[in-house]
């Protein structure tokens, strides 16, 4: 799976939008951007992921760069739930690939009230 | 419905004994994975199911190291001969298939080794 790369952490006001940036520079064709998030003493939480096309949900809005070596994880109006570790992964997604996920160290997104 | 369930939620046993972690995962969920996350890092992968088989064994840190699944459900982790770097909480997820879109994760069990 391709190496991504994220800032160690980042602040965003209550009530702001939280853009978080992660750089997959090497990802190939047929591998995803999922991004998942693990609030304090949980486990990993799924958010989002995409191929190509900008990806909406209702936790999240993820955009990938036209030539997909980076994205953009956006969480509209930021709560204080979602202070967590955010991770971004790049990962193949088939019934008969790679199936584990490979977290890296992600981004420690503080919500400021 | 229920999500996937850990037990037990805290561990702590003596360096040198064995130890047993359960996961029951999501009913109906084909794909089971066990990861462990050290104090203070991301999380690291150790084996995966699809059904009863383990394809995916590359993460198992040593021979100490071993896990089950019965039935296409409850998977088991067994670790022996325990030691202080095992010290860690060992998480459990699970999804609909292989490679499925979304892994749902369990609590984990916080395993302390002294």
């Known amino acids: 799976d391709a190496k991504t790369t994220q800032p160690p952490s980042m602040d965003c006001a209550e009530g702001r939008a939280a853009n978080l940036p992660c750089n997959h520079s090497t990802i190939s064709g047929n591998e995803y951007v999922y991004w998942y998030r693990q609030i304090h003493s949980q486990g990993p939480q799924y958010i989002i992921h995409?191929?190509?096309n900008n990806e909406t949900n209702e936790m999240a809005s993820l955009i990938i760069t036209e030539d997909r070596k980076s994205s953009t994880l956006i969480l509209p109006h930021a709560t204080l739930r979602d202070t967590a570790v955010y991770y971004c992964i790049v990962r193949v997604s088939s019934n008969f690939g790679n199936e584990k996920l490979t977290f890296g160290t992600g981004t420690r997104l503080t919500i400021i009230p | 419905g229920a999500g996937v369930s850990q037990s037990p939620s805290n561990k702590v046993t003596e360096k040198g004994k064995d130890v047993e972690l359960r996961c029951d995962p999501i009913?109906?969920?084909?794909?089971l994975y066990w990861y462990r996350q050290s104090l203070g890092q991301g999380l690291e992968f150790l084996i995966y199911?699809?059904?009863?088989?383990?394809?995916?064994k590359s993460g198992l840190p040593s021979d100490r190291f071993s896990a089950e699944r019965t039935g296409g459900s409850v998977s088991t982790l067994t670790i022996q001969r325990t030691q202080q770097e095992d010290s860690a909480v060992y998480l459990c997820?699970?999804?609909?298939?292989?490679?499925?879109?979304?892994?749902?994760f369990g609590p984990g069990t916080r395993l302390t080794v002294t």
């Open positions: 997820a699970s999804s609909l298939y292989a490679g499925g879109v979304e892994q749902y």
């Open positions: 199911f699809q059904g009863n088989s383990a394809p995916d």
């Open positions: 009913s109906g969920h084909t794909a």
């Open positions: 995409g191929l190509k």
